[in-house]
């Protein structure tokens, strides 16, 4: 190059920034004007001697010797074109590998392709195509000086090329995803086989174990994959169910209750030691045979009838079904062996096994408890005709004596002749009490209800036997509610049940002392307390109160006399009002029963239009 022209260049503010460049700095000046032949890049280094800067050294290219020297070091496989910021560019063709220049009329059609794909000139690289071939721009800033010095790299490829390299691409994919879909499907057989293969056998052992109800000859348990974890897991299983079954058949085996299985035509299939005990002939003796012959003549009819009724219920399909009792307490006849009969109590509850239905039944030799109730019921009657009848004629005889007589009597057999009519007064209560509980029991006692005011009916039976109060000397205090109280009770039993709660608070209150009664309302129900100031209930004899004989002092030299049963009596009559009653009590301080009754409120008429 001219030494006038570098010295022009050196002129610029080039010289001034390669002198204050690093010792290991470079400054590269790329010419900025018309590209061709003869253009050149300037690079420039400072020179230093000791540390100092003493000079400029310059280097000159030739810009367009630089580009084919990249371009050949990359060795590119498509044809490249490297475009200077003029628009100028150098063509390289890979089969040739000659450079050709290109102007800026030759490159208007790519520079148009490449100003469409990037508007706006700042994307690092775009696609572009055209009918021929297929292309990649690439921008690579070389300075970022302003303006940026960049070129342009345009990779090209023939489009029948590019298409053929895909589907060569695309065949060998699809053989690869083939042998691959084919080999994980072979893979996949073989570990299928390999697993499955002791399921057969496994269902085959199930199957057997099932029918004849033993165990599987052999599980895989012994493998360490699915199939083995099955096989423990069945093995498991029928080994808990085999525990079952024996505690099951040992609860059977031992349980005090006869226990007989029979299905939809009265055969029997099970029937345990303890209905061996109760009918004398062994297990192997009835099974398989209708249980009609458990039976007495001539009661085969009315098994049958029964039988039939309970076959009514509800079908396989009904699980709610499953295990309901259908007969309970049943008493009936049935027939030893030895031809005797007893009274036995029968409750039958059905199940489904399948489509069959199966009847099981508890049964309970109760021909003692019915000697037992024969007797009570000899003894009730006794008691009612043998000894109530002569009580009342001699209590009866006993009053009018002391209405008549008692003046003409000393002291000492006046005392005698009170003691004696009290004593068959409290015996003929007794005699009543024990009669009413076996009406209650037996589900005989009468019941007259009628709508009744509660404070009106409390307050006349207190007044009618005021003379509890005399007697015990205490105060009976009614405190009536503030509204009329309606409910539905029979006044006489009523009576009695408040007359019993009445006698025990008097009895059991000190002398001096005073008895209540509140009548009140708590929602829907009606309230009556009576709280007593004695000693209050001990602890260990609150839960067994309303037991029948139930008395706190239970001795032969307890100070207050009664029954025991006027509680228990009490309970019963409330219960049949549908009400309850219950205590609070507090050692020292008293006891207060309460009467809960519901309410009946009575609805206004509706008058007619």
């Known amino acids: 190059t001219a030494p006038e022209r570098l010295l022009r260049g050196l002129e610029t503010p080039d010289l001034a920034r390669a002198l204050a460049l690093d010792p290991s700095g470079i400054l ?14 300037r690079v420039l280094v400072s020179a230093q001697f000791e540390g100092a800067t003493v000079g400029v050294v310059e280097i000159t290219l030739d810009y367009a010797a630089l580009l084919q020297a990249v371009v050949r070091s990359v060795r590119p496989a498509a044809a490249v074109l490297v475009i200077d910021p003029a628009g100028e560019a150098i063509s390289h063709d890979p089969g040739s590998g000659l450079f050709m220049p290109l102007g800026r009329a030759q490159m208007a059609p790519m520079l148009a392709q490449i100003a469409q794909a990037d508007p706006g000139g700042a994307a690092p690289n775009v696609a572009l195509a055209d009918a021929v071939t297929v292309a990649r721009y690439q921008r690579v800033v070389l300075d970022t000086q302003e303006p940026p010095f960049a070129l342009g790299v345009v990779a090209r490829h023939p489009r029948v090329e590019v298409f053929a390299a895909l589907g060569a691409l695309r065949t060998k994919l699809i053989g690869i995803g083939a042998v691959l879909i084919l080999g ?43 199939i083995g974890d099955l096989a423990r897991s069945f093995e498991a299983l029928r080994r808990r169910i085999v525990s079952s079954e024996a505690r099951a058949q040992e609860v059977i085996e031992t349980v005090v209750d006869g226990i007989i299985t029979i299905d939809g035509r009265g055969i029997i299939c099970d029937y345990n030691p303890a209905c061996e005990r109760l009918f004398g002939y062994g297990r192997e003796e009835v099974v398989g045979r209708d249980v009609g012959m458990l039976m007495p003549e001539g009661d085969g009819s009315a098994h049958q009838a029964y039988l039939t009724r309970l ?33 036995l109590e029968l409750s039958v509850s059905h199940t489904h096994y399948g489509n069959q239905r199966f009847f099981t039944g508890i049964l309970r030799d109760i021909t003692e408890r019915k000697e037992m109730e024969v007797m009570k019921n000899e003894f009730v009657s006794t008691v009612n005709h043998e000894l109530r009848t002569p009580l009342t004629t001699i209590r009866g005889a006993l009053g009018l004596l002391k209405t008549t007589s008692a003046h003409l009597l000393d002291a000492k057999s ?38 009744q005011e509660i404070n009106t009916l409390v307050r006349e039976i207190v007044e009618r036997h005021t003379s509890y109060a005399d007697q015990y000397d205490v105060r009976f205090t009614v405190l009536c509610a503030p509204e009329p109280l309606h409910c539905r009770v029979d006044p006489s039993r009523f009576n009695q049940a408040l007359v019993n709660l009445l006698s025990n608070a008097a009895k059991f209150s000190p002398r001096g002392g005073e008895v209540i009664f509140a009548i009140g309302r708590e929602g829907e129900s009606v309230t009556i307390r009576v709280t007593d100031q004695g000693p209050g209930i001990p602890r260990e004899f609150r839960d067994k109160i309303f037991g ?10 307890r100070a207050r006399g009664g029954s025991g049963l006027g509680l228990n009596i009490a309970r019963a009559i409330i219960l049949a009002f549908e009400g309850e009653i219950t205590f609070t009590t507090r050692i020292g301080q008293g006891t207060t029963f309460c009467i809960r009754l519901p309410r ?3 609805l206004p008429l509706q008058r007619s239009a």
């Open 28 to 41: 590269v000046v790329p010419e900025r004007g018309r590209a061709g032949p003869g253009r050149v890049v």
């Open 184 to 226: 994980s499907v072979g893979v996949a057989f073989l570990a299928a086989t390999w697993i499955t293969e002791a399921l057969p056998r496994m269902t085959a052992q199930l199957r057997e174990a099932a029918r004849s109800g033993g165990p599987p000859v052999h599980l895989p348990i012994e493998r360490r994959d699915e």
């Open 311 to 343: 076959s009514r219920g509800p079908g396989p399909g009904d699980t709610r079904g499953v295990g309901r009792t259908v007969g309970r307490g049943r008493d009936l006849v049935a027939r030893r062996k030895d031809g005797s009969t007893f009274i």
């Open 414 to 451: 006046a005392r005698l002749l009170d003691l004696s009519y009290d004593s068959c007064g409290r015996l003929a209560h007794l005699v009543d009490d024990i009669l009413d509980m076996e009406k209650i029991e037996a589900g005989k006692m009468e019941y007259r209800l009628e709508r």
């Open 548 to 557: 029948k004989f139930a008395q706190a002092d239970a001795s032969s030299t």
């Open 600 to 602: 009946d409120v009575e």
